[in-house]
């Protein structure tokens, strides 16, 4: 009587187990689907993010472009807005998807080229006060803002606007 008493309580757990199993694998294909969802969801943002920043890029480098035409910026900030402009969906990437600083973003961007953290810096010293709050901030809202800013003042000069 006792063996019996021990076979029917192991064979109760037994059939416990095994709903149990077959809900965790209900749940566990839940739970792919909504993987699956959450992936193409990531996917879309990156090509929209993809399109949008490159979209920011020809914008930014058309305005700094057309300022120097028009000879309201030379020398050095061209060279420096030039390279932020024309590198700033780089930028942007790397600060979105690897989750870097803007800072350290631009020291990958920058480092092929002549122009130095320096030369970004002291350019940044005299842009007006908008445009330094938005780029200290460090990440890539706070550098789209700026550069955004940035570039436009430069087809609206200020009567302190750098030239050199």
Known sequence: MLAFSIIAVLVLILIFFVFKVQSLHKQIIANRGIARQNAEKANTAYSV?????RTLQKIFTERVEQASKKGLISGKNYEVMMLITSSSA???????????????????????????????????QEQPNDVRISWVQNHADGFIKACDIMTLSLMTPRASSPQE
């Not at 993010?49 to 920043?53: D, G, H, P």
């Not at 631009?106 to 350019?123: F, P, Q």
């Open 49 to 53: 993010l993809s399109i949008t920043a």
């Open 90 to 124: 780089k930028i942007i990437f790397d600060a979105c998807e690897k989750g870097l600083s803007i800072e350290q973003a631009l020291t990958v961007a920058i480092r092929d080229s002549e122009v130095s953290m320096d030369d970004i810096k002291a350019m940044m």
